[in-house]
């Protein structure tokens, strides 16, 4: 673990892998024992199970997870923030395995009443656990806190050591603008297009409304101007980089720090390997690959991880001036996750 002086931690450290610049990974180039202070751009599952690993190797007093609020939604006139959420519960340890989002163990007897009942938002399926955490923040709003206020008040409840801060205390909402089956132009929040209607309709844009009067949360500009490493986690580009990316100033921040800056592509083998990000990317003219997300990141990353089946598109990557990782990416165990977070970790060091 780095800033941990254990013999194991040492050896790893030489042993793991480091990158030459505008080269592949070959050997380590950490040998000092000392803290490193990450920041990560983070959001969904794929962000859930990284940090999960990254907190293996870095102690998490030591990680800043800046988190997308932009599919924060009102359900039952509570605040949901799946994102958040998410990066808590996992890093937590207590998310759902097996589904991805919630907690283990959820049940959703409320969620099903209201749908006995048709009640307006009864489509968007709230756990009977996950209520509690979306009644807590809600109240904690409603007592005019703001939202990275209630969020570090939710972590240290469920015993996170990793900071976790939304992007932004002020709204900004993921809208989608797609066609239907009939040609009906439709304007649908991010949580309608995904949930309600289950990523069916063909995408013609996206826009985050509200992110050019949002200001970043406390803390946020800070994190980043002062890690030691800058991560964006294999999130997907457009429903989860992208509005952190969209709060004025976040942008600059990453963009001045680009050698310390690193990330892991969500896409493996030209798919996501999970949610819509194929539905989306070619909508904001991006295409759906290692090498095309690698484009998308253009100017801000330093270093980019990418999975063995996408060996060949190394050379194109380097091309961009991006240092390349070739690695197993799959996160199958909090162990491989770890494995994945120390690659990124490296390659961002490197710079």
Partial sequence: MYGR????????????????????????RLGEDRRVKVAALAGG??????????VQVVPGEDVTAIVNTGDDIAVHELHVAPDVDSVTYWLAGVADRDRGWGREGETFRA????????????WFGLGDLDLATHLFRTTRLAAGEPLSVATDDLRRRFGVAARILPMSDDPVTTRV???????AMLDLHFQEYWVLRGARDEVKAVRYMGAERAAPAPGVLDAIEGADAILICPSNPVASIGPILAVPGIRD???????RVAGV????????LRGMADRLLPAVGVEVSAAGVAGHYAGLLGGWAIDEVDRELAPRIEAMGIRVGVTDTIMSSDEAAGSVA??????????
């Fill in 177 to 183: 603008d797609a066609v239907d089956d009939n040609g």
């Fill in 45 to 54: 599952v794929g962000a859930g199970k990284f940090l999960r690993g990254l």
């Fill in 5 to 28: 002086a254990t013999p194991e931690a040492n050896s790893a450290r030489r042993l793991g892998p480091s990158a030459a610049p505008g080269g592949t990974i070959r050997g380590s």
């Fill in 265 to 272: 592509s969500p896409i493996v083998g030209g798919a996501p």
């Fill in 111 to 122: 969620t099903e009443e209201l749908r006995v009942m048709e009640a307006e938002g009864a």
């Fill in 253 to 259: 921040a990453v963009v001045a720090r680009r050698s």
């Fill in 342 to 351: 120390r690659a990124a970790l490296d390659l961002a060091l490197a710079g």
